[in-house]
């Protein structure tokens, strides 16, 4: 009886470990729609980039360029408005931080690919040549407006 108790114990720390390892993956948060979290990733990926051009690629460099990446004057050129993209990049900075900082160190040329594209990554089941396209209704005093 002793032993299948003992037995049965480490079977559910197994199982919890087991749940707890698939839990800690990487989510996008709910307010964040999954074409602005592609977009921070790419947009990340790239700015991490222009920051660390002519510096040793260090963990050093890196994480001083982390420190300052959510900074929206970063996300002006993006497929989205600054807000949204600096909303992103914090959420995606929480998910995402050691596991950039480890891929720029081993595989800097790879990144974007390595941390955007994939199942159940950032970019998984977006249609990248789509992002930022979409053409919100303009309305002026309520009064849907047509593009010029």
Known sequence: EYMGAFAMFKICILI???F???SSSAKRPSSISKDVWCATCRAVVKELNEGLKG???TETNVLA???GIC???HFRTYEYPPPQMVDGC???LDDFEEKLERTFLKHKEE????LCYGPKKPCDQVDVTALGK???AVAFDGVPQEEL
């Open 20 to 22: 707890l390892v698939s």
């Open 55 to 57: 510096k040793a690629i």
């Open 134 to 136: 979409e053409h919100p």
């Open 90 to 92: 914090h959420a995606f």
């Open 65 to 67: 360029t982390l420190a």
């Open 71 to 73: 900074d929206w004057t």
């Open 16 to 18: 919890l470990a087991l």
């Open 111 to 114: 990144a974007e690919k390595r």
